[in-house]
Protein backbone atom coordinates (compact mmCIF):
# COMPACT_ATOMS: atom_id res chain seq x y z
CA UNK A 1 0.00 0.00 0.00
CA UNK A 2 1.62 3.33 -0.84
CA UNK A 3 1.88 5.96 1.81
CA UNK A 4 -0.70 9.11 2.46
CA UNK A 5 1.06 12.44 2.07
CA UNK A 6 -0.45 13.67 5.57
CA UNK A 7 0.85 16.01 8.39
CA UNK A 8 2.25 14.29 11.80
CA UNK A 9 2.78 15.46 14.74
CA UNK A 10 6.43 14.25 15.90
CA UNK A 11 7.78 14.20 19.59
CA UNK A 12 11.52 13.11 20.26
CA UNK A 13 13.33 11.35 22.84
CA UNK A 14 11.51 9.93 26.06
CA UNK A 15 13.75 11.83 28.37
CA UNK A 16 12.52 15.10 29.93
CA UNK A 17 15.73 16.15 30.29
CA UNK A 18 18.84 16.56 28.01
CA UNK A 19 21.08 13.70 27.18
CA UNK A 20 24.50 13.51 25.43
CA UNK A 21 22.84 11.89 21.99
CA UNK A 22 19.78 14.29 22.32
CA UNK A 23 20.15 16.28 19.02
CA UNK A 24 22.51 13.79 16.92
CA UNK A 25 19.93 12.26 14.95
CA UNK A 26 18.81 13.75 11.61
CA UNK A 27 14.99 11.99 9.72
CA UNK A 28 13.89 11.86 6.48
CA UNK A 29 10.67 10.66 4.90
CA UNK A 30 10.76 10.23 1.10
CA UNK A 31 9.42 7.19 -1.21
CA UNK A 32 7.79 5.26 1.42
CA UNK A 33 11.29 5.25 3.42
CA UNK A 34 11.79 6.51 7.12
CA UNK A 35 15.76 7.24 6.82
CA UNK A 36 17.58 8.25 9.80
CA UNK A 37 21.40 9.55 9.50
CA UNK A 38 23.98 9.98 12.83
CA UNK A 39 25.74 13.13 13.57
CA UNK A 40 29.84 12.86 13.45
CA UNK A 41 30.61 11.21 16.95
CA UNK A 42 27.83 9.10 17.30
CA UNK A 43 26.62 5.58 15.77
CA UNK A 44 23.29 3.99 15.94
CA UNK A 45 23.51 0.50 18.10
CA UNK A 46 23.02 -2.23 15.55
CA UNK A 47 23.61 -5.09 18.56
CA UNK A 48 20.42 -3.40 20.66
CA UNK A 49 16.46 -3.67 19.42
CA UNK A 50 15.15 -1.54 17.22
CA UNK A 51 11.68 -1.58 15.43
CA UNK A 52 8.56 -0.09 14.03
CA UNK A 53 5.61 -0.07 15.94
CA UNK A 54 1.91 -0.10 14.46
CA UNK A 55 -1.20 -1.19 16.21
CA UNK A 56 0.32 -3.49 18.49
CA UNK A 57 2.62 -5.06 15.46
CA UNK A 58 6.26 -4.49 15.17
CA UNK A 59 8.68 -4.19 12.29
CA UNK A 60 12.25 -4.61 11.97
CA UNK A 61 14.09 -1.79 9.69
CA UNK A 62 15.55 -2.90 6.40
CA UNK A 63 18.71 -0.99 6.83
CA UNK A 64 20.21 -1.38 10.58
CA UNK A 65 24.11 0.27 10.31
CA UNK A 66 26.07 2.38 12.56
CA UNK A 67 25.56 5.37 10.21
CA UNK A 68 22.05 4.39 8.79
CA UNK A 69 18.97 3.42 10.39
CA UNK A 70 15.59 2.89 7.22
CA UNK A 71 12.04 1.40 8.26
CA UNK A 72 9.84 0.89 5.33
CA UNK A 73 6.37 2.72 6.69
CA UNK A 74 4.55 1.62 3.29
CA UNK A 75 2.06 -0.13 5.58
CA UNK A 76 1.89 2.11 7.91
CA UNK A 77 -0.09 5.13 6.08
CA UNK A 78 -2.53 6.68 8.03
CA UNK A 79 -1.93 5.13 10.94
CA UNK A 80 0.05 6.04 14.44
CA UNK A 81 3.32 4.44 14.85
CA UNK A 82 6.32 4.63 16.57
CA UNK A 83 10.56 4.30 16.23
CA UNK A 84 12.66 3.23 18.53
CA UNK A 85 16.49 2.50 18.94
CA UNK A 86 19.23 3.10 20.39
CA UNK A 87 22.14 5.87 20.25
CA UNK A 88 25.48 5.59 21.13
CA UNK A 89 28.79 8.12 21.13
CA UNK A 90 31.70 6.64 19.86
CA UNK A 91 33.78 6.97 23.04
CA UNK A 92 31.09 4.30 24.20
CA UNK A 93 30.52 6.30 27.32
CA UNK A 94 26.76 6.15 26.73
CA UNK A 95 24.25 4.50 24.64
CA UNK A 96 20.50 5.78 24.92
CA UNK A 97 17.40 5.04 23.45
CA UNK A 98 15.61 7.34 20.99
CA UNK A 99 11.58 7.43 20.18
CA UNK A 100 10.26 8.93 17.72
CA UNK A 101 6.12 9.05 18.11
CA UNK A 102 3.96 9.88 15.37
CA UNK A 103 0.19 10.65 15.51
CA UNK A 104 -2.23 10.32 12.05
CA UNK A 105 -3.77 13.58 13.25
CA UNK A 106 -2.85 16.71 11.92
CA UNK A 107 -0.52 19.06 13.86
CA UNK A 108 3.20 20.85 14.10
CA UNK A 109 6.56 19.32 13.82
CA UNK A 110 8.31 19.67 17.31
CA UNK A 111 11.08 18.51 19.24
CA UNK A 112 9.14 17.92 23.02
CA UNK A 113 10.12 15.29 25.18
CA UNK A 114 7.61 12.41 24.60
CA UNK A 115 6.59 12.53 28.47
CA UNK A 116 5.97 16.18 28.47
CA UNK A 117 3.36 15.73 25.64
CA UNK A 118 1.92 12.14 26.35
CA UNK A 119 -0.21 13.18 29.13
CA UNK A 120 -2.53 16.04 26.85
CA UNK A 121 -2.53 13.16 24.14
CA UNK A 122 -5.88 11.09 24.16
CA UNK A 123 -5.17 7.13 24.85
CA UNK A 124 -6.56 6.31 21.33
CA UNK A 125 -3.92 8.65 19.39
CA UNK A 126 -0.68 6.75 21.03
CA UNK A 127 -1.31 3.70 21.72
CA UNK A 128 -3.07 0.19 20.49
CA UNK A 129 -6.10 -0.83 22.74
CA UNK A 130 -7.37 -4.52 21.65
CA UNK A 131 -10.55 -5.65 21.53
CA UNK A 132 -11.06 -6.88 24.98
CA UNK A 133 -9.57 -3.29 26.82
CA UNK A 134 -5.67 -4.44 26.92
CA UNK A 135 -2.81 -1.84 26.13
CA UNK A 136 -1.20 -3.93 23.04
CA UNK A 137 3.02 -3.36 23.38
CA UNK A 138 3.28 -0.07 25.79
CA UNK A 139 4.45 -0.70 28.96
CA UNK A 140 5.00 3.45 29.14
CA UNK A 141 1.34 3.79 28.51
CA UNK A 142 -0.39 1.55 30.96
CA UNK A 143 1.87 2.55 33.74
CA UNK A 144 1.21 6.13 32.88
CA UNK A 145 -2.65 5.49 33.06
CA UNK A 146 -2.43 3.31 36.18
CA UNK A 147 -0.04 6.28 37.79
CA UNK A 148 -3.38 8.64 36.62
CA UNK A 149 -6.09 6.75 37.46
CA UNK A 150 -5.06 4.89 40.54
CA UNK A 151 -5.27 1.66 39.37
CA UNK A 152 -2.71 -1.68 39.38
CA UNK A 153 -1.63 -3.36 35.77
CA UNK A 154 -2.42 -6.65 35.15
CA UNK A 155 -0.14 -7.67 32.44
CA UNK A 156 -0.86 -10.45 29.89
CA UNK A 157 2.70 -11.91 28.61
CA UNK A 158 2.28 -14.44 25.92
CA UNK A 159 2.57 -15.49 22.34
CA UNK A 160 0.59 -16.30 19.40
CA UNK A 161 2.09 -19.32 18.71
CA UNK A 162 1.46 -20.61 22.54
CA UNK A 163 -2.13 -22.85 22.75
CA UNK A 164 -2.75 -21.59 26.52
CA UNK A 165 -2.31 -17.88 25.54
CA UNK A 166 -4.54 -18.23 22.68
CA UNK A 167 -7.06 -19.76 24.84
CA UNK A 168 -7.00 -17.26 27.29
CA UNK A 169 -7.34 -14.49 24.49
CA UNK A 170 -10.70 -16.24 22.76
CA UNK A 171 -12.03 -18.72 25.86
CA UNK A 172 -11.62 -15.56 28.71
CA UNK A 173 -10.57 -12.22 28.62
CA UNK A 174 -13.85 -11.92 26.51
CA UNK A 175 -16.36 -12.92 28.98
CA UNK A 176 -18.59 -10.73 30.86
CA UNK A 177 -17.23 -12.30 34.37
CA UNK A 178 -13.48 -11.36 33.22
CA UNK A 179 -14.42 -7.83 31.72
CA UNK A 180 -16.34 -7.00 35.36
CA UNK A 181 -13.59 -8.26 37.58
CA UNK A 182 -10.92 -7.03 35.69
CA UNK A 183 -12.56 -3.46 35.37
CA UNK A 184 -10.29 -1.54 38.12
CA UNK A 185 -6.98 -2.73 36.21
CA UNK A 186 -5.23 -1.09 33.53
CA UNK A 187 -4.85 -4.33 31.21
CA UNK A 188 -1.62 -4.53 28.82
CA UNK A 189 -1.12 -7.54 26.48
CA UNK A 190 2.82 -7.82 25.60
CA UNK A 191 3.92 -9.94 22.87
CA UNK A 192 7.27 -11.92 24.01
CA UNK A 193 8.31 -12.34 20.90
CA UNK A 194 8.87 -8.77 19.95
CA UNK A 195 12.39 -7.58 20.18
CA UNK A 196 10.65 -4.57 21.90
CA UNK A 197 9.61 -6.55 24.71
CA UNK A 198 12.54 -8.88 25.09
CA UNK A 199 13.98 -7.03 28.18
CA UNK A 200 10.93 -6.62 30.05
CA UNK A 201 10.56 -10.90 30.22
CA UNK A 202 13.95 -10.43 30.87
CA UNK A 203 13.71 -7.62 34.35
CA UNK A 204 10.86 -10.15 35.48
CA UNK A 205 12.61 -13.55 34.84
CA UNK A 206 9.63 -14.53 32.92
CA UNK A 207 10.05 -18.07 32.15
CA UNK A 208 6.95 -19.61 31.00
CA UNK A 209 4.04 -18.61 28.43
CA UNK A 210 1.18 -17.36 29.50
CA UNK A 211 2.45 -15.26 32.51
CA UNK A 212 0.26 -12.87 34.07
CA UNK A 213 1.49 -10.29 35.93
CA UNK A 214 -0.35 -7.65 38.72
CA UNK A 215 1.94 -4.49 38.69
CA UNK A 216 1.65 -1.72 41.09
CA UNK A 217 1.83 2.36 39.31
CA UNK A 218 5.32 2.08 39.68
CA UNK A 219 6.02 -1.42 37.60
CA UNK A 220 6.80 -3.40 40.56
CA UNK A 221 5.32 -7.19 40.54
CA UNK A 222 2.87 -7.46 43.61
CA UNK A 223 1.51 -10.90 41.96
CA UNK A 224 1.70 -13.45 39.54
CA UNK A 225 -0.66 -16.10 37.47
CA UNK A 226 0.93 -18.81 35.55
CA UNK A 227 -0.59 -20.68 32.69
CA UNK A 228 -4.20 -21.02 31.10
CA UNK A 229 -6.77 -20.54 33.50
CA UNK A 230 -10.83 -20.71 32.72
CA UNK A 231 -12.63 -17.54 33.41
CA UNK A 232 -14.56 -18.65 36.65
CA UNK A 233 -11.10 -19.77 38.01
CA UNK A 234 -9.05 -16.61 36.86
CA UNK A 235 -11.74 -14.32 37.89
CA UNK A 236 -11.51 -15.95 41.30
CA UNK A 237 -7.80 -15.69 41.92
CA UNK A 238 -8.16 -12.39 40.55
CA UNK A 239 -10.68 -10.84 43.27
CA UNK A 240 -8.95 -12.82 46.28
CA UNK A 241 -5.49 -11.10 45.05
CA UNK A 242 -7.08 -7.77 44.62
CA UNK A 243 -8.82 -8.00 48.14
CA UNK A 244 -5.52 -8.42 49.67
CA UNK A 245 -4.50 -4.88 49.08
CA UNK A 246 -1.11 -5.86 47.86
CA UNK A 247 1.57 -3.12 48.17
CA UNK A 248 4.88 -4.54 48.02
CA UNK A 249 6.28 -8.33 48.03
CA UNK A 250 8.97 -7.31 50.19
CA UNK A 251 6.17 -6.56 52.97
CA UNK A 252 4.70 -10.33 52.42
CA UNK A 253 8.33 -11.38 52.63
CA UNK A 254 8.75 -9.82 55.97
CA UNK A 255 6.17 -11.55 57.18
CA UNK A 256 6.53 -15.00 55.90
CA UNK A 257 10.38 -14.56 57.48
CA UNK A 258 8.39 -13.75 61.00
CA UNK A 259 6.88 -17.31 60.42
CA UNK A 260 3.62 -15.81 59.03
CA UNK A 261 1.96 -19.27 57.68
CA UNK A 262 -0.36 -17.54 55.02
CA UNK A 263 2.55 -15.42 53.93
CA UNK A 264 5.07 -18.23 53.53
CA UNK A 265 2.44 -20.24 51.28
CA UNK A 266 1.64 -16.65 49.26
CA UNK A 267 5.86 -16.79 48.91
CA UNK A 268 6.35 -20.46 47.76
CA UNK A 269 3.07 -20.52 45.05
CA UNK A 270 4.43 -17.22 44.02
CA UNK A 271 8.18 -18.89 43.39
CA UNK A 272 6.57 -21.61 41.95
CA UNK A 273 4.37 -19.24 39.14
CA UNK A 274 8.00 -17.47 38.70
CA UNK A 275 9.47 -21.06 38.04
CA UNK A 276 11.74 -20.30 40.63
CA UNK A 277 11.72 -23.80 41.90
CA UNK A 278 14.46 -23.42 44.56
CA UNK A 279 12.60 -20.83 46.51
CA UNK A 280 9.30 -22.93 45.84
CA UNK A 281 11.01 -25.44 48.11
CA UNK A 282 12.43 -23.75 50.35
CA UNK A 283 8.93 -21.75 51.36
CA UNK A 284 6.68 -25.27 50.55
CA UNK A 285 9.44 -27.15 53.05
CA UNK A 286 8.74 -24.21 55.82
CA UNK A 287 4.83 -24.21 55.85
CA UNK A 288 5.08 -28.15 55.59
CA UNK A 289 2.29 -29.17 53.79
CA UNK A 290 2.71 -31.83 51.37
CA UNK A 291 0.79 -30.56 48.27
CA UNK A 292 1.46 -31.05 44.27
CA UNK A 293 3.41 -27.42 43.57
CA UNK A 294 5.55 -28.74 46.48
CA UNK A 295 5.89 -32.27 44.74
CA UNK A 296 6.81 -30.59 41.31
CA UNK A 297 9.33 -27.60 42.85
CA UNK A 298 11.08 -30.71 44.17
CA UNK A 299 11.19 -33.09 41.31
CA UNK A 300 11.91 -30.33 38.84
CA UNK A 301 14.56 -29.15 41.24
CA UNK A 302 16.17 -32.50 40.97
CA UNK A 303 15.15 -33.17 37.15
CA UNK A 304 17.27 -29.88 36.39
CA UNK A 305 20.55 -31.37 37.23
CA UNK A 306 22.32 -33.59 34.66
CA UNK A 307 20.99 -36.88 35.07
CA UNK A 308 23.57 -38.77 33.25
CA UNK A 309 25.67 -38.20 36.54
CA UNK A 310 24.83 -41.29 38.38
CA UNK A 311 24.90 -39.33 42.14
CA UNK A 312 21.92 -37.14 40.53
CA UNK A 313 20.08 -40.00 38.69
CA UNK A 314 20.13 -41.73 42.08
CA UNK A 315 18.96 -38.31 43.68
CA UNK A 316 16.41 -37.74 41.32
CA UNK A 317 14.82 -40.99 41.75
CA UNK A 318 14.66 -40.61 45.03
CA UNK A 319 12.63 -37.42 45.04
CA UNK A 320 10.24 -39.71 42.59
CA UNK A 321 9.88 -42.21 44.66
CA UNK A 322 9.38 -39.79 47.74
CA UNK A 323 6.19 -38.58 46.13
CA UNK A 324 4.78 -41.65 44.91
CA UNK A 325 5.15 -42.91 48.92
CA UNK A 326 3.78 -39.98 49.71
CA UNK A 327 0.65 -39.34 47.36
CA UNK A 328 0.64 -42.70 45.92
CA UNK A 329 -3.18 -42.29 44.18
CA UNK A 330 -2.37 -38.71 42.90
CA UNK A 331 -1.77 -37.70 38.97
CA UNK A 332 1.41 -36.60 40.86
CA UNK A 333 2.60 -40.08 41.29
CA UNK A 334 1.29 -41.40 38.16
CA UNK A 335 3.36 -38.95 36.04
CA UNK A 336 6.82 -39.34 38.75
CA UNK A 337 5.76 -42.97 38.17
CA UNK A 338 6.39 -42.66 34.19
CA UNK A 339 9.04 -39.71 35.13
CA UNK A 340 11.54 -42.91 36.32
CA UNK A 341 10.24 -45.08 33.58
CA UNK A 342 11.61 -42.40 31.68
CA UNK A 343 15.32 -43.03 32.43
CA UNK A 344 15.49 -46.00 31.34
CA UNK A 345 15.59 -46.29 26.79
CA UNK A 346 16.10 -49.74 27.18
CA UNK A 347 12.78 -51.05 28.82
CA UNK A 348 14.21 -54.27 29.90
CA UNK A 349 16.29 -52.98 32.12
CA UNK A 350 13.66 -51.54 34.44
CA UNK A 351 13.88 -52.65 38.11
CA UNK A 352 11.58 -54.77 39.59
CA UNK A 353 11.03 -52.18 42.03
CA UNK A 354 9.74 -49.69 39.21
CA UNK A 355 7.62 -52.48 37.28
CA UNK A 356 5.25 -52.83 40.28
CA UNK A 357 4.83 -49.32 40.41
CA UNK A 358 4.05 -49.14 36.59
CA UNK A 359 1.47 -51.93 37.34
CA UNK A 360 0.17 -49.47 39.69
CA UNK A 361 -0.35 -46.93 36.66
CA UNK A 362 -2.04 -49.31 34.99
CA UNK A 363 -4.35 -50.18 37.43
CA UNK A 364 -5.30 -46.56 38.52
CA UNK A 365 -5.08 -44.88 34.97
CA UNK A 366 -7.46 -47.95 33.60
CA UNK A 367 -10.11 -47.31 36.58
CA UNK A 368 -9.88 -43.58 35.59
CA UNK A 369 -10.73 -44.38 32.30
CA UNK A 370 -13.65 -45.75 32.87
CA UNK A 371 -15.08 -43.47 34.80
CA UNK A 372 -15.16 -39.37 34.01
CA UNK A 373 -16.55 -38.31 37.67
CA UNK A 374 -13.55 -40.23 38.55
CA UNK A 375 -10.82 -38.14 36.02
CA UNK A 376 -12.60 -34.57 37.07
CA UNK A 377 -12.04 -35.51 40.70
CA UNK A 378 -8.71 -36.53 40.20
CA UNK A 379 -7.57 -33.44 38.27
CA UNK A 380 -9.55 -31.28 40.72
CA UNK A 381 -7.33 -32.43 43.59
CA UNK A 382 -4.51 -32.12 41.16
CA UNK A 383 -5.10 -28.44 40.12
CA UNK A 384 -1.27 -28.09 38.83
CA UNK A 385 -2.45 -27.02 35.40
CA UNK A 386 -6.04 -27.44 34.15
CA UNK A 387 -6.54 -29.91 30.96
CA UNK A 388 -10.09 -29.19 30.12
CA UNK A 389 -11.62 -30.15 28.13
CA UNK A 390 -8.73 -33.21 27.38
CA UNK A 391 -8.86 -34.56 30.92
CA UNK A 392 -10.00 -38.28 29.37
CA UNK A 393 -7.63 -37.63 26.54
CA UNK A 394 -4.71 -36.92 29.20
CA UNK A 395 -5.80 -40.44 31.23
CA UNK A 396 -5.53 -42.21 28.15
CA UNK A 397 -2.07 -40.77 26.36
CA UNK A 398 -0.60 -41.42 30.13
CA UNK A 399 -2.14 -44.58 30.36
CA UNK A 400 -0.35 -45.49 26.89
CA UNK A 401 3.13 -44.16 27.82
CA UNK A 402 2.72 -46.30 31.23
CA UNK A 403 1.72 -49.23 29.61
CA UNK A 404 4.42 -49.16 26.76
CA UNK A 405 7.01 -48.72 29.42
CA UNK A 406 5.45 -51.97 31.21
CA UNK A 407 5.76 -53.67 27.55
CA UNK A 408 2.14 -54.53 27.57
CA UNK A 409 1.62 -54.04 23.78
CA UNK A 410 -1.61 -55.47 23.78
CA UNK A 411 -2.59 -52.70 26.37
CA UNK A 412 -0.83 -50.23 24.49
CA UNK A 413 -2.52 -50.82 21.37
CA UNK A 414 -6.03 -50.99 22.86
CA UNK A 415 -5.49 -47.47 24.68
CA UNK A 416 -4.35 -46.12 21.58
CA UNK A 417 -7.57 -47.18 19.43
CA UNK A 418 -9.60 -45.76 22.49
CA UNK A 419 -7.55 -42.27 22.32
CA UNK A 420 -8.35 -42.01 18.47
CA UNK A 421 -11.95 -42.91 18.80
CA UNK A 422 -12.13 -39.95 21.95
CA UNK A 423 -10.25 -37.38 19.65
CA UNK A 424 -12.43 -38.28 16.70
CA UNK A 425 -15.68 -37.60 18.61
CA UNK A 426 -14.07 -33.99 20.59
CA UNK A 427 -16.59 -31.16 19.69
CA UNK A 428 -13.87 -29.09 18.53
CA UNK A 429 -14.23 -25.55 16.65
CA UNK A 430 -12.03 -23.06 14.76
CA UNK A 431 -13.53 -20.51 16.77
CA UNK A 432 -11.64 -21.82 19.83
CA UNK A 433 -8.32 -22.05 18.06
CA UNK A 434 -6.41 -22.30 21.70
CA UNK A 435 -8.55 -25.30 21.97
CA UNK A 436 -7.47 -27.03 18.58
CA UNK A 437 -3.49 -26.39 19.44
CA UNK A 438 -3.79 -28.22 22.69
CA UNK A 439 -5.14 -30.84 21.42
CA UNK A 440 -2.51 -31.52 18.30
CA UNK A 441 -0.33 -33.29 20.96
CA UNK A 442 -2.89 -35.84 21.62
CA UNK A 443 -3.56 -36.55 18.02
CA UNK A 444 -0.19 -36.99 17.45
CA UNK A 445 0.02 -39.52 20.51
CA UNK A 446 -2.61 -41.12 19.02
CA UNK A 447 -1.06 -41.41 15.36
CA UNK A 448 -4.12 -39.53 13.75
CA UNK A 449 -1.60 -37.80 11.71
CA UNK A 450 -5.03 -36.90 8.96
CA UNK A 451 -6.98 -35.54 11.21
CA UNK A 452 -3.65 -33.00 13.10
CA UNK A 453 -3.49 -32.32 9.22
CA UNK A 454 -7.09 -31.40 8.50
CA UNK A 455 -7.20 -29.00 11.73
CA UNK A 456 -4.51 -27.23 11.38
CA UNK A 457 -5.76 -26.61 7.23
CA UNK A 458 -9.23 -25.65 9.26
CA UNK A 459 -7.28 -22.75 10.91
CA UNK A 460 -5.81 -21.45 8.00
CA UNK A 461 -8.53 -21.02 6.28
CA UNK A 462 -10.36 -19.75 9.37
CA UNK A 463 -7.40 -17.25 10.04
CA UNK A 464 -5.59 -16.65 6.94
CA UNK A 465 -3.82 -13.46 7.82
CA UNK A 466 -1.89 -14.95 10.96
CA UNK A 467 1.17 -16.58 10.60
CA UNK A 468 0.88 -18.79 13.34
CA UNK A 469 -1.39 -21.24 12.03
CA UNK A 470 0.57 -21.57 8.47
CA UNK A 471 4.00 -22.45 10.57
CA UNK A 472 2.62 -24.67 12.49
CA UNK A 473 0.67 -26.48 9.04
CA UNK A 474 4.49 -26.48 7.40
CA UNK A 475 5.89 -28.15 10.73
CA UNK A 476 3.32 -30.91 10.34
CA UNK A 477 3.99 -31.43 6.56
CA UNK A 478 7.90 -31.20 7.31
CA UNK A 479 7.07 -34.10 9.74
CA UNK A 480 5.41 -35.69 7.28
CA UNK A 481 8.33 -35.56 4.80
CA UNK A 482 6.14 -33.69 1.95
CA UNK A 483 8.00 -30.22 1.23
CA UNK A 484 6.53 -29.68 -1.64
CA UNK A 485 3.45 -28.63 0.85
CA UNK A 486 5.64 -27.08 3.15
CA UNK A 487 7.29 -24.48 1.42
CA UNK A 488 3.86 -22.11 0.61
CA UNK A 489 3.04 -22.44 4.27
CA UNK A 490 6.85 -21.41 5.13
CA UNK A 491 6.99 -19.22 2.79
CA UNK A 492 3.47 -17.37 4.25
CA UNK A 493 4.97 -17.77 7.80
CA UNK A 494 7.71 -15.36 7.14
CA UNK A 495 5.67 -13.07 4.93
CA UNK A 496 3.26 -12.29 7.79
CA UNK A 497 5.28 -13.29 11.21
CA UNK A 498 7.94 -10.70 11.76
CA UNK A 499 7.91 -11.92 15.60
CA UNK A 500 9.66 -15.07 14.79
CA UNK A 501 10.68 -13.95 11.06
CA UNK A 502 14.03 -15.64 12.02
CA UNK A 503 13.39 -18.91 13.35
CA UNK A 504 10.46 -19.03 10.57
CA UNK A 505 13.30 -17.94 8.08
CA UNK A 506 15.42 -20.88 9.31
CA UNK A 507 12.66 -23.25 8.72
CA UNK A 508 12.31 -22.54 5.14
CA UNK A 509 15.85 -22.25 4.52
CA UNK A 510 15.41 -26.20 5.29
CA UNK A 511 12.76 -26.92 3.34
CA UNK A 512 14.14 -25.10 0.35
CA UNK A 513 17.65 -27.32 1.20
CA UNK A 514 15.38 -30.65 1.01
CA UNK A 515 13.85 -29.39 -2.04
CA UNK A 516 17.49 -28.97 -3.93
CA UNK A 517 16.60 -25.21 -4.20
CA UNK A 518 20.14 -23.76 -3.04
CA UNK A 519 19.82 -20.44 -3.98
CA UNK A 520 16.45 -19.56 -2.61
CA UNK A 521 18.04 -21.44 0.69
CA UNK A 522 21.37 -18.65 0.48
CA UNK A 523 19.47 -16.11 0.18
CA UNK A 524 16.69 -17.43 3.50
CA UNK A 525 19.94 -17.98 5.60
CA UNK A 526 21.58 -14.03 4.33
CA UNK A 527 18.07 -12.69 4.92
CA UNK A 528 18.08 -14.65 8.68
CA UNK A 529 21.49 -13.13 9.17
CA UNK A 530 21.24 -9.75 8.58
CA UNK A 531 18.32 -9.77 11.71
CA UNK A 532 19.01 -8.21 14.94
CA UNK A 533 17.74 -11.75 16.46
CA UNK A 534 21.37 -13.43 14.93
CA UNK A 535 23.35 -11.47 16.96
CA UNK A 536 21.74 -12.42 19.97
CA UNK A 537 23.56 -14.82 22.63
CA UNK A 538 20.44 -16.70 22.87
CA UNK A 539 20.15 -17.60 19.62
CA UNK A 540 23.82 -18.19 19.14
CA UNK A 541 23.32 -22.06 18.20
CA UNK A 542 20.71 -21.06 15.78
CA UNK A 543 23.15 -18.73 14.15
CA UNK A 544 25.70 -21.27 13.85
CA UNK A 545 23.66 -23.79 12.40
CA UNK A 546 22.89 -21.63 9.75
CA UNK A 547 26.10 -20.58 8.56
CA UNK A 548 26.84 -24.75 8.74
CA UNK A 549 24.11 -24.64 6.21
CA UNK A 550 24.70 -22.36 3.59
CA UNK A 551 28.67 -23.82 3.68
CA UNK A 552 26.90 -27.16 2.82
CA UNK A 553 24.67 -25.77 -0.26
Given at each position: ?????????????????????????????????????????????????????????????????????????????????????????????????????????????????????????????????????????????????????????????????????????????????????????????????????????????????????????????????????????????????LSKKLTSLADVQKKAEAGDKAAMTFMAEQAFNRLDLESAVKWYAKVGEMNHFYAYSEMGLAADKDLK?????????????????????????????????????????????????????????????????????????????????????????????????????????????????????????????????????????????????????????????????????????????????????????????????????????????????????????????????????????????????????
Amino acid sequence: MKILISIFALFFSLACFARLTDGKVQVAVKDNKWTATIASGFHFNKEAPAALMANGKEISPSTKEEQKMVFDISSVAGKSYEISFYVCDDKKTVCEEHKFAYRSEAGLVGDKPLKAVRKELPVSSKVHVNSHGFIENNLEAALLKASKEKKLVLVDFGAPWCPACVRLETEVFGTAEFKKASKKLVKLALNADMQTNKEFGEKYAIRALPTLLILNEKGEELYRILDFKPAPALVAELKSVLSKKLTSLADVQKKAEAGDKAAMTFMAEQAFNRLDLESAVKWYAKVGEMNHFYAYSEMGLAADKDLKDQKNRDAYIAILKKWIQKQPESYTAITARNDWAGLYEDKKKIPAELKAELQKNLELLSGFALSEEKTKKLFAEWKVSDLAPFEHEEILATLHTSSTAAQNEKLADAVKAQLQQSLQKKNLSVDRPGEILAGLPYFRKAGLAKEEGEWLQKLVTAYPDTYVYHMKLSAYYVRQKDFTKALPEAKKAVELGSDLKFMNLKNLAEIQKNLKLKDEAKASIDQALSLPEAKLEKYKATTTALTEMKKSL
